[in-house]
């Protein structure tokens, strides 16, 4: 008879003015509307919906001669207020009820006397369970929940009998996530066994798996809150109308009364509980390396013990750690306007291979600069790359040809030199195997707008009518800028003369030296300037050279022109 009464009991908590009006227009007479996700199932893990402020109730009974009982109670993230009851009613309803007689009876057994004691409660986000005895006078267990902060989500599991549930798995006593190594691009973590999962060469199969989650935001204390942390980061994308959406890992159902009082109450499986993480369940091994990593990063890592046939999952605590920083290169400052010679690294030497790293930072408010670059090898290619606050401003080759780079707009920049790949592999193996020279200079031009301008083409020309016994003239193209041009010659010997492009007007002697002259012109076409070099020696044969000397760059070489005197005049 009591059960029978515990059952009436059960549906009447479920009818009159607390029930949503749309249900009970369409109810009969006497008929009570149910909400079945008001009854709380046993051994099956249920997801529950906590609106902000409100409070959600469940019920339960227990069966005959159930000696002890347990609840468990699983937050997701945020804190939760959690309680539980049992109420005790009397055996008989009043005989007679002052209410309408409409009523059906179950709503009058429950309108009649009663008590309520309440057993257990709990606030705050961590998993907690009330284990106990039955409590032997009560007719009915309700279970409240509640969300202070934030609309959340709860899982929640009832046993019946004694001894665990086994609904969840078992963390050791050192719950902590421990770091084995922490390198530039990879992680090792380390951590306790938990009691529920067989040791690795344990004969039979098993049902738990170790799953690790990385992020770069903090640490989550459960698969569930993980789900809500992805779910806010990620774009919300508006669905054309008429297109219903794809499956997701929470079930949002579409009508609002029923969003705010029954929201779906299902099981778990544990596909669902980590679809859609960066998270990788690696079997029961308790070591991993995560691995692509970025370097001078901070990352997080959670470990959750995963029980597939359950649906469910304890989570670690969790640790974090940063990458180390990538191995910065050796970085050489260019002094102002200083030209320096540079040896670039074998390529085909493993402990020279890389890139040489220079620094420049101009004066001045413009923050205006040239930098001006020639390979000295004639058959090899140098690729230069300008950076600044890490991106790449211009990368290009530098070839036997004087290359400018105007340097604009960046408080400091830096210049990365390697070989070029390309001309690497057209060389013979020889020729690779050779070292690479390069030339480089850099200096401000603060009052400048852009790079100055090669003449038009850098040609020495001598006058055959002109040559004399014991002179010479030469003419070359200038520019409509003022610059400085210096003529030097040697005589030719009977050796090979110097092919070393880079060897400019500071490493020839000062008896080399003919004369320097200043040159402009407006008009680029007319820009030709001529030079009579005097004193030479009859029927011998000379080498000239023209340095065009400016106050920015290093000085750019003609082309050598190679004139013999005449022997009778």
Same mark, same amino acid.
Request: proline share 8%; with cysteine; glycine share 6%.
């Given at each position: ?9 059960? !549906?009447? $908590?479920?009818? %009159? +003015?607390?029930?949503?009006? @749309?249900?009970?227009? #369409?109810?009969?007479?006497?008929? /009570? ?122 899982? !929640?599991? $009832?046993?019946? %009998? +004694?001894?665990?549930?086994? @609904?969840?798995?078992? #963390?050791?006593?050192?719950?902590? /996530? ?392």
């Amino acid at each position: 008879m009591t059960s029978f009464w515990s059952l009436c009991l059960a !549906v009447a $908590l479920l009818c %009159g +003015p607390s029930g949503p009006p @749309a249900l009970s227009g #369409l109810a009969l007479e006497n008929e /009570v509307p149910l909400r079945p996700t008001s009854w709380l199932p046993e051994e099956k893990v249920t997801s529950v919906h906590l609106p902000k402020g409100r409070t959600r109730r469940f019920y339960f009974t227990l069966k005959k001669k159930t000696p002890s009982m347990s609840l468990t109670v699983s937050p997701c993230g945020v804190a939760i207020e959690w309680s539980l009851a049992a109420r005790t009613l009397k055996d008989k309803p009043p005989k007679n009820p002052h209410w309408s007689s409409k009523k059906s009876m179950p709503e009058v057994w429950w309108r009649g006397p009663g008590t309520e004691a309440k057993i257990h409660s709990y606030v705050g986000n961590s998993v907690d369970t009330y284990a106990g005895p039955a409590y032997a006078p009560a007719s009915l267990y309700i279970l409240r929940l509640k969300s202070r902060e934030l609309d959340t989500k709860a899982s !929640v599991f $009832l046993h019946e %009998g +004694p001894g665990p549930s086994w @609904a969840f798995p078992d #963390l050791p006593t050192d719950r902590r /996530v421990h770091m084995l190594g922490v390198g530039m691009t990879s992680v090792t973590l380390s951590w306790t066994p938990s009691p529920s999962v067989p040791q690795p060469g344990h004969s039979g199969k098993h049902s738990y798996d170790y799953c690790v989650l990385v992020n770069r935001n903090h640490n989550h204390n459960s698969a569930c809150a993980a789900h809500e942390a992805t779910d806010k980061e990620a774009p919300r994308k508006t669905e054309p109308k008429g297109k219903e959406k794809k499956g997701t890992v929470w079930p949002v159902p579409k009508d609002w009364w029923w969003q705010q009082w029954d929201v779906h109450e299902g099981r778990l499986s544990a596909s669902d509980e980590f679809e859609g993480l960066d998270c990788a369940c690696r079997g029961v091994e308790s070591v991993c390396t995560v691995s692509e990593l970025l370097p001078d990063t901070q990352y997080y890592f959670d470990v959750f013990v995963s029980d597939r046939v359950n649906g469910t999952s304890a989570a670690y605590t969790g640790a974090f750690a940063r990458t180390h920083e990538e191995a910065r290169p050796a970085v050489t400052t260019l002094k102002e306007g200083e030209p320096q010679q540079v040896r670039l690294q074998d390529e085909h030497n493993a402990r020279q291979r890389g890139a040489t790293f220079f620094s420049f930072r101009p004066r001045g408010w413009q923050q205006n600069g040239l930098l001006t670059l020639q390979s000295c090898n004639s058959t090899k290619k140098v690729k230069v790359s300008v950076l600044s606050k890490g991106k790449v401003l211009t990368s290009q080759e530098v070839g036997e040809r004087l290359t400018q780079i105007w340097l604009q707009g960046s408080p400091s920049y830096l210049i990365k030199l390697e070989n070029s790949d390309a001309s690497a592999a057209a060389r013979p193996k020889r020729s690779a195997r050779s070292p690479t020279f390069l030339k480089i200079q850099a200096s401000s031009a603060y009052h400048r707008q852009a790079a100055p301008v090669f003449p038009a083409t850098l040609q020495l020309k001598s006058f055959n009518k002109l040559r004399t016994c014991d002179s010479v003239t030469l003419a070359w193209m200038g520019t409509e800028e003022r610059s400085l041009y210096c003529v030097y010659s040697r005589r030719v010997s009977g050796g090979r003369p110097p092919a070393d492009r880079c060897l400019g007007p500071e490493s020839r002697p000062d008896s080399e030296r003919i004369l320097c002259k200043y040159f402009q012109e407006l008009n680029p076409q007319r820009a030709v300037t001529t030079a009579v070099v005097t004193g030479l020696e009859s029927g011998v044969a000379y080498m000239f050279d023209v340095y065009l000397i400016r106050r920015w760059g290093l000085p750019l070489k003609y082309h050598s022109k190679t004139v013999r005197t005449r022997k009778e005049c």
